[in-house]
């Protein structure tokens, strides 16, 4: 079962970095982790997505831990248009991502 | 390029009328995913073609809801009869090849429904 788990909720002060846990235990060898954001009125935004190691693009960072049952998302300074649900999917190759609640982010100035 | 584009973005209905809410891919992206979003949840898998053919359908609530995509690019989804509990967000995906591990999905704005 490709569950994740999240807080539901996280606070951030302006300009200071976030990170935001998923744990997805249930992990194995090729299933990949994806991170997407949605904010208000408007469909899930991809962020980042990952396998083993650790990747870096424009808008982000994933931390995925060394047994790959836990990782993390940085955004490293939090600005108010970082506010939003932030879900991480646990991809194990079934084509339908599986979303929880995910977590709700609030930046605040 | 131009994103997934979904219209109508708002969409009211009275209760048992039908509805068609249309999305467009990404020029070229072999499949095609619907979800129903609920509000404060997240997002629910419907149903997913790969080209015109509908390989998965086990998302479908019940048999008022039916999804096409004809000639493998523009899809619609289909809800006969509306219920009040039909009200929700409908997003629709695409993805380069076939959705296999790894690959991104890449989602619209949805429609959000109404039904009074």
């Known amino acids: 079962d490709a569950k994740t788990t999240q807080p539901n909720s996280m606070e951030s002060n302006e300009e200071e970095p976030v990170h935001l846990p998923c744990n997805h235990s249930?992990?194995?060898?090729?299933?990949?982790i994806h991170w997407y954001r949605q904010l208000p009125s408007q469909g899930p935004e991809y962020v980042i997505h990952?396998?083993?190691s650790n990747v870096n693009n424009r808008m982000a960072s994933l931390a995925i831990a060394e047994d790959r049952k836990s990782s993390t998302l940085i955004l490293h300074r939090a600005t108010l248009r970082d506010a939003a649900v932030y879900y991480c999917?646990?991809?194990?190759?079934?084509?339908?991502?599986?979303f929880g609640t995910g977590t709700r982010l609030k930046v605040l100035a | 390029g131009a994103g997934v584009s979904q219209s109508p973005r708002y969409k009211v209905a009275k209760r048992g009328q039908d509805v068609a809410l249309r999305c467009d891919p990404i020029s070229g992206h072999v499949s095609l995913f619907w979800y129903q979003q609920a509000l404060g949840q997240g997002p629910e898998f419907l149903t997913y073609f790969q080209n015109e053919a509908q390989l998965d359908k086990s998302g479908l609530p019940s048999d008022r809801f039916f999804a096409e995509r004809p000639e493998g690019s523009v899809s619609t989804l289909k809800i006969q009869r509306t219920q009040q509990e039909d009200s929700a967000v409908y997003l629709c995906?695409?993805?380069?090849?076939?959705?296999?591990?790894?690959?991104?999905?890449?989602f619209g704005p949805g429609t959000r429904l109404l039904v009074l």
């Open positions: 249930t992990i194995s060898g090729t299933d990949y």
């Open positions: 990952g396998l083993t």
């Open positions: 999917i646990h991809d194990s190759g079934t084509y339908k991502y599986i």
């Open positions: 995906a695409s993805t380069q090849e076939g959705g296999g591990v790894g690959e991104t999905q890449y």
